[in-house]
């Protein structure tokens, strides 16, 4: 297969670039840097700008699957600069290959759209899935940050839905966080809270946590490919979510400590200030499972945190001793 990733140079994107290249597939990534001359990776990076159309669009002309990942990241403060850049980037980005798609006589057959878990609503009573699960926007008492997620969220799927592609699936990823042992990534961040003591609750630790072992992430996007019914809105995120403070005592003990010092909700906005970053995304209850997912017969290898929290210390552990 031929597949393209907008947006692609992120970590999300290099462990999909790096899967599908050694799975033997053709692999473009497109970056609004471009390539490099001294860049390590084997697959092509092309240019674009992730807002008008050029001369990327020909990559996709013949492709099998486009993965669009372009996006400003959201780990930074919600100022009004940054709020402008967060939408702009998704819009945009999203609008302008579907007029690539639109455009091309051998369209892709498939179009993956980078969306987020976080588009559900803050809730502990019960579970979001694609069935019956609340949107967000509408709770009470919530920060204006966390309403601004979510206008995010539905304006970057409405933009996805709008586009007119009618020989191309769409299919919405409402992605958990992706845990990796890679330095940079959102374990690698949390385990750094563990080994220094911090490892303990955040707020009052009843906020529930999605996330995905970063290999069941790889292998339900190769579902989607191969899947040709789902369409629409796909949960991608492990069936177990859990409680902030149940989820980071399971990360300490995978890891050995035996202690870690919590912080509470202004601690944690003392902290975020400082470190560039909102509250919301570790204050949000993201409740979230794949019910679509497992409908259709996918079968996840770490399907529970503490499993997933073990083999990913291990890894950790692994990958530095090999650089040291």
């Known amino acids: 297969m031929k597949i393209i990733i907008p947006g692609g140079t992120g970590q999300v994107g290099s462990l999909l670039a790096d899967f599908f290249y050694k799975s033997g597939h053709e692999v473009v990534v497109l970056s609004r840097q471009g390539g490099h001359p ?6 092509q990076i092309a240019t674009w700008d992730a807002a008008t159309l050029g001369d990327w669009a020909t990559h996709l002309e013949g492709s ?49 759209q980078a969306s987020t878990a976080a588009i559900y609503a803050h809730r502990y009573d019960a579970p979001n899935d694609e069935l019956t699960g609340i949107l967000g926007g ?14 995010v969220a539905k304006a970057w799927e409405k933009t996805l839905d709008e586009a007119v592609t009618p020989h191309t699936r769409k299919v919405k990823l409402r992605s958990a966080m992706v845990m ?6 959102v374990f690698d961040v949390l385990l750094g809270l563990v080994r220094r003591g911090l490892g ?22 190769q579902w989607l490919i191969e899947h040709e019914q789902l369409e629409g809105a796909i949960n991608i995120t492990a069936p177990n979510p859990l409680p902030n403070a149940q989820f980071m005592s399971d990360l300490r003990k995978a890891w050995g400590a035996s202690f870690g010092l919590s912080a509470t909700e202004w601690i944690l906005e003392i902290g ?21 997912l497992l409908q259709s017969g996918f079968t996840f290898q770490f399907p529970t945190w503490p499993t997933a929290a073990r083999d990913l210390c291990q890894q950790w552990r692994e990958r530095r001793k090999a650089i040291e």
């Open 64 to 112: 099998d699957v486009v993965i669009n990942l372009a996006g400003r990241s959201v780990n930074c403060r919600y100022n009004a600069a940054n709020r402008q850049a967060i939408m702009e980037s998704r819009v945009n980005s999203t609008r302008v290959i579907g007029e690539a798609i639109a455009q091309a006589a051998h369209p892709p057959r498939l179009w993956l």
């Open 38 to 43: 001294l860049q390590y990776e084997p697959w």
């Open 138 to 151: 509408d709770e009470p008492n919530v920060p204006d940050t966390w309403r601004f997620s979510i206008d």
């Open 180 to 185: 990796s042992p890679d330095a940079g990534g």
């Open 272 to 292: 975020t200030f400082f470190m560039h970053t909102e509250t919301e995304l570790v204050l949000k209850s993201r409740r979230v499972i794949p019910t679509r």
């Open 200 to 221: 303990g609750w955040a707020g009052n630790g009843r906020q529930y946590v999605s996330w995905i072992h970063y290999q069941d992430f790889l292998h339900s996007i």
